[in-house]
């Protein structure tokens, strides 16, 4: 099943997707207030089950998306875990140990088809095509053999960075990866019953048309196994938390000369089995 979080007549709302409708879920289950409650109170089934006599769905181009878990208590995020990303630095390091993380902000992300925002205090606004695991239960100290069953689907991350701000500090990615709606999350979150979080997945990203990341999770240097279980280590992983798990090799700034985001270019992520998340840019009015 396809879950979603939308605006539809100017209510933030959840449902299921359709064919190319979508079902307000939110309407017919006022007790459950959005998705990460839906999942955090175990009544994604008891969803799904509504779908088919629910009625007609509104069409998905007449809503307004938001990210699928637009209120995650964390959204954590993994640097440099693709093999060939590694290799791309041309630094001569093995490849890490341990897996890089650091955080985002909710407000740095925006739904499918919402515009992510280019800022006058950068040049070099990059986009990272990126697969989501999104947390199904809580758990601490999760072992590698039950990670899926902590998994209550997956989505898709455009995770925009700022690369001049990036290296602003000695120690740290964060204020290169927080500017306000520098991303894109979406467009909906895909269950198990689906699509097998721990199957082999495919990460295509595109510019304007033009392909430029493509590879597969058995090239990830860290299995979604495995960041589950360390992630889990020091966080007590919560319903709803959402785990970015890294991008290929072929951001822009890897190109000579680099090929940073600007007003009008169209980014598009596809994973198959999930779909394809579409964010313009536009320059940010300040």
Known sequence: MKFASFVNNQQPTYGAVKDDTVIDLGALNPDIVDLRAAIRGGHLQRLAAQVDTAGPGTPLTDV??????????????????????????????????????????????????????????????????EIVIIIGKEGRRIAEAEAHEYVAGLTIMNEG???????????????????????????????PDELD?????????????????????SNLIFSFRYLIRYLSTFYHLKPGDIIATGTPNGAGARFDPPKYLKDGDVVEVEVPGIGILRNPVKAEIV
């Open 197 to 217: 979080p721990m199957g082999e997945l495919q990460v295509i990203t595109r510019v304007n048309g033009e392909e430029r990341q493509n590879d597969v999770t």
């Open 64 to 129: 307004e998306f938001l990210p699928p878990i637009p209120n995650a208590e964390k959204v954590i995020c993994i640097g440099v875990n693709y093999a060939n990303r590694n290799e791309e630095y041309k630094d001569g390091s093995s490849a890490p140990k341990y897996p890089s993380v650091f955080m985002r902000s909710r407000e740095s992300l925006v739904g499918h088809q919402q515009p992510i925002l280019d800022p006058p205090e950068s040049e070099q606004l990059d986009y990272e095509g």
């Open 161 to 191: 960075s700022l690369r001049d701000f990036l290296r602003h500090a000695k120690f740290n990615v964060t204020q290169g990866k927080n500017f306000a709606k520098s991303g894109g999350l979406g467009p909906w979150m895909v269950t």
